[in-house]
């Protein structure tokens, strides 16, 4: 069983439609969750980081975590083809020593 | 701030040749990680830096991957000989400090192919 599970996709929404991007982990000790965007071709990029359980907010972007299940996730509001990308898990221990951990991405495409 | 440069982009090689990759990280970020990203995967911890010591290499095979950083800036990942299964995506990331998290920035990758 892999340490970070996420369901690969692609997934295909009309522009506008809330998006759902989840992932399961298996490690209790992660405390530190971030998602990450990485367009074709590039290198991922910080979308959000959050410690522990909780939500947090940014724009049209929310994340959410819930350690008693072992599952977050991430809501995209408002979806734009902009946000055609592969969006990516990933999380640590609670030291911030260990290096990221991540899944296997979602691809998602954001149809005009 | 200029970002995490890398080179070169895309790299063909023939299997059983050797092939290195160029990192250079934001200026004073003391933590480096080199990561592999097979095609549909997730990014894969190769090897993690704190300034030129190495922190973590458990899941680099060593017996054809080394990594160097010297003076704990420019970092340096050779694969000799290159095998099929290499073709990827290697990702170099850089970070301010090893503890807390700060996001990793990464930069956009050299793409091998082996044939």
């Known amino acids: 069983q892999k340490e970070v599970e996420q369901d690969p996709g692609p997934l295909s929404v009309p522009e506008g439609a809330i998006v759902s991007l989840n992932c399961t982990y298996s490690?209790?000790?992660?405390?530190?969750f971030m998602w990450y965007r990485q367009y074709s071709r590039k290198g991922p990029e910080l979308l959000m980081y959050?410690?522990?359980?909780g939500n947090k907010e940014d724009g049209r972007f929310t994340a959410q975590v819930d350690k008693s299940s072992k599952y977050i996730s991430l809501f995209i509001r408002d979806s734009q083809p902009s946000d055609s990308a592969t969006y990516l898990c990933a999380m640590s221990e609670g030291t911030g020593r260990r290096a990221l951990t991540f899944g296997s991405g979602t691809r998602l495409q954001v149809q005009p | 701030e200029a970002g995490v440069a890398q080179s070169p982009r895309y790299k063909i090689i023939e299997k059983r040749q050797s092939v290195a990759f160029w990192c250079n990280p934001i200026s004073g970020h003391a933590t480096l990680y080199w990561y592999q990203q097979i095609l549909g995967q997730g990014p894969k911890l190769l090897i993690q830096f704190q300034n030129n010591g190495v922190v973590d290499d458990s899941q680099l095979p060593k017996d054809r991957f080394s990594a160097e950083r010297l003076k704990g800036v420019d970092s340096t990942l050779k694969i000799q000989p290159a095998k099929l299964e290499d073709s990827a995506v290697y990702l170099c990331?850089?970070?301010?400090?090893?503890?807390?998290?700060?996001?990793?920035?990464f930069g956009s990758g050299t793409r091998l192919t082996v044939v």
């Open positions: 990331a850089s970070r301010l400090g090893p503890m807390g998290n700060y996001g990793y920035t």
């Open positions: 959050t410690y522990s359980s």
């Open positions: 490690n209790s000790a992660f405390q530190y």
